[in-house]
């Protein structure tokens, strides 16, 4: 996956939905928490600071949020996947 990441640091459409990306895994409980996480710092900390027009969207970003919010509160409750 890291990989995909920096190659597409090369394109900034595709940069740009990657965090689309990471909510699905996250999601799907593809990864664990500590994984998601660690993924989504590796993200943020290679973008390229010189490039302003280089930016996650917003909407993307409270998707990621909520997304791990829901993660959160699932394991501290040890609830399952399909609860709530």
Do not use: N, W
Not at 43 to 51: G, K, T
Not at 58 to 67: K, N, P, T, V
């Amino acid at each position: 996956m890291q990989e995909k990441f920096i190659s597409s640091m090369r394109k900034p459409k595709e940069l740009r939905s990657f965090l689309v990306h990471v909510t699905k895994l996250l999601r799907q409980r593809r990864l664990s928490l500590d994984e998601i996480l660690l993924l989504t710092t590796f993200c943020y900390a290679m973008l390229p600071a010189d490039e302003e027009d280089v930016v996650f969207y917003h909407e993307d970003e409270d998707r990621l949020q909520s997304a791990l919010s829901e993660a959160l509160v699932r394991q501290r409750y040890d609830l399952g996947p399909h609860s709530g």
